[in-house]
């Protein structure tokens, strides 16, 4: 994950994972 939050250029915080799963699942599920 820390690739990902470096290459966005933003602070990682644990706390997103749960909104950024959703996100992907959105997604994903289309």
Do not use: A, C, N, W
Request: hydrophobic content about 40%; aromatic content about 16%; overall charge neutral.
């Amino acid at each position: 994950m820390y690739f990902y939050s470096h290459t966005m250029g933003i602070k990682f915080d644990p706390d997103m994972i749960p909104i950024l799963l959703q996100k992907v699942r959105e997604v994903y599920d289309k």
